[in-house]
């Protein structure tokens, strides 16, 4: 089975809420048949992004500060005098950072760094359920 | 066939021009015979990149100031003072956004979400024809 | 063998040392028997990224200044006030940046611009050796 789809379902806090995913990842990646390959991490929706980061609350902390600093939520933005959301900085700063990564896998382990996780950032200004998709392509 | 190319022809003004591809990509993937897999959306060319965003004339218009804030035009950029192209900032935009997306399709359908649409930007600063790269992976 | 994993020996300075590693992706691509898909440029670590640039000495030193500007080595990060390694900024580059790099390849060469390079960005505070992950996918 060349190509395998899964599914991760999120609670998230919005206003950069940043989630260790790495362990489901490496759950769902055992599920799969595949050893090697990759699997692409997309976030279904334009308000959230995708990276790695060593994951402690300080590094959390300064990645929230740099994302503020970029794209500030107290700037006008012609999005929210148009729809009144008010999270047009939630949508530059998750089109800047992405909504996709590409990590590898061999023999079935994730070729991440000892230090290195998968974070789910979620820039919307508001509690929100998202779900993730992870597609497993490999051998 | 686990492996389909196609090519995207495109007419950029340049400048900060974004444009939305998603229906082209949508059409490019019905053309391959792949249900499952991924498709990495890739700009061959150092001054322009691909992200996601909920494509409409509000964000449109903030995507160009953040990545004005970031890299701003009037900037002096040692790559000018060398080469006289005057699109220093065109190249460290493309370079900090990326010029590689990958999305992955389940059934034949892109995992978008319903406000999230694949856009091309092209940073350069004279109008260009490009032709992006779709590459499917899958079965 | 659809998939073929492939590793990058890298001695960098760190400090923003920016190595144009093109070549090496193209000999290791003409060492597998693959024609066509796509290789993943992977840093295992939460201090490195990939991207694309031409490559050239003006770009390498504006690249630092765009990075300089937007995380900058004198500011204060939580990081470095807990665990006092002096890399805060490096962290917060690296996960702006991405680990992760997609390329495609047709008929087993890279679908680059003519002036477009992949680099890998050590953004770390000191000499480093770096394994860097490719991961190539196709048929």
Same mark, same amino acid.
């Given at each position: 089975?060349?190509?395998?789809?899964?599914?991760?379902?999120?609670?998230?806090?919005? /206003?950069?809420?940043?989630? /260790?995913? $790495?362990?489901?990842?490496?759950?769902?990646?055992? &599920?799969?048949? =595949?050893?090697?390959?990759?699997? $692409?991490?997309?976030?279904?929706?334009? $308000?959230?992004?995708?990276?790695?980061?060593?994951?402690?609350?300080?590094?959390?902390?300064? =990645?929230?500060?740099?994302?503020?600093?970029?794209?500030?939520?107290?700037?006008?933005?012609?999005?929210?005098?148009?729809?009144?959301?008010? /999270?047009?900085?939630?949508?530059?700063? &998750?089109? #800047?950072?992405?909504?996709?990564?590409?990590?590898?896998?061999?023999?079935?382990? =994730?070729?991440?760094?000892?230090?290195?996780?998968?974070?789910?950032?979620?820039?919307?200004?508001?509690?929100?359920?998202?779900? #993730?998709?992870?597609?497993?392509?490999?051998?």
């Amino acid at each position: 089975m060349p190509v395998a789809t899964r599914y991760l379902a999120l609670e998230s806090d919005g /206003n950069c809420d940043i989630q /260790n995913i $790495t362990d489901q990842v490496r759950t769902e990646l055992c &599920a799969t048949s =595949l050893r090697n390959g990759t699997v $692409t991490v997309f976030v279904p929706g334009a $308000t959230g992004g995708v990276t790695t980061v060593e994951f402690e609350e300080g590094l959390v902390k300064d =990645l929230r500060e740099m994302f503020e600093a970029i794209a500030p939520q107290g700037k006008r933005y012609h999005h929210d005098q148009k729809w009144h959301d008010g /999270n047009g900085h939630s949508h530059v700063r &998750a089109s #800047l950072l992405g909504p996709s990564l590409t990590v590898p896998f061999c023999a079935s382990e =994730l070729v991440l760094g000892t230090w290195q996780q998968i974070v789910f950032i979620d820039f919307d200004v508001r509690p929100r359920s998202r779900k #993730l998709v992870l597609q497993f392509v490999g051998e």
